[in-house]
């Protein structure tokens, strides 16, 4: 029971290069974020999935594109990464039950430094 | 835009003392719930609160949500070096399927 995965753990790369983050989860559930976790930021949201090929924007959306062509996986892709970039990324999902909103499953977080 | 605030920011207590971390929203909530996340960690759910007034207990832990659902509190009593970490709220806004999370709360505990 893998739960939710997310690759790599750890990336160094240079400010203009595209950088992939991928996230996958095993339990079919509905909903699929990702977040940036900053000193003195908290958790903000990047993006969001309802469920497969449906995506909307969080909070801090700009630099940063989403796919969801499966259920299971829901990839983070920084197109030309920038040193403000350089964060802690964090994938979750949630199952969407009868009565709203219930916990938030987090992957175990990306952390990424742009040079 | 829609903000959770949350104080204080650091919190060190003496293992033993009582702690307490505010969480205050700019809109009505339909929910809060919150997560604590260890040092190097990723945050886990502790719990979720849906009712105006609403108060649940885990131990030693007390979780509030107020009467106008906007902001709730988590108070820790009798504090142990197991509860170190940062603890956050998160609430969903009516009409949204976003959870805002609340700056967080980082508490220090010393033996």
């Known amino acids: 029971d893998a739960g939710i995965t997310q690759s790599p753990r750890y990336k160094i790369t240079e400010t203009g290069r595209q950088v992939t983050l991928m996230c996958h989860q095993t339990w079919s559930h509905s909903y699929m974020f990702w977040y940036r976790q900053d000193l003195g930021h908290g958790l903000r949201l990047i993006y969001y999935s309802a469920a497969a090929d449906i995506t909307d924007k969080g909070e801090v959306p700009d630099g940063y594109v989403v796919s969801r062509s499966k259920t299971e996986n829901f990839p983070l892709t920084l197109e030309s990464a920038t040193r403000s970039q350089t964060s802690v990324y964090f994938c979750?999902?949630?199952?969407?039950?009868?009565?709203?909103?219930?916990?938030?499953?987090f992957g175990p977080g990306t952390r990424l430094t742009v040079l | 835009g829609q903000q959770v605030m949350q104080i204080p920011q650091y919190q060190h207590v003496q293992e033993g003392e009582d702690f307490t971390t505010y969480c205050n929203s700019s809109t009505t909530l339909s929910n809060i719930q919150w997560y604590k996340q260890r040092p190097g960690g990723h945050p886990v759910f502790l719990i979720q609160?849906?009712?105006?007034?609403e108060v649940k207990k885990q131990k030693r832990l007390t979780f509030q949500f107020g009467e106008a659902k906007k902001n709730s509190s988590l108070h820790i009593t009798a504090t142990q070096t197991t509860d170190v970490g940062t603890y956050f709220c998160?609430?969903?806004?009516?009409?949204?399927?976003?959870?805002?999370f609340g700056t967080g709360t980082r508490l220090q505990v010393f033996p």
């Open positions: 609160l849906v009712k105006s007034g």
């Open positions: 979750a999902s949630i199952p969407l039950l009868a009565g709203g909103f219930n916990e938030q499953f």
């Open positions: 998160a609430g969903n806004p009516y009409n949204t399927d976003k959870l805002i």
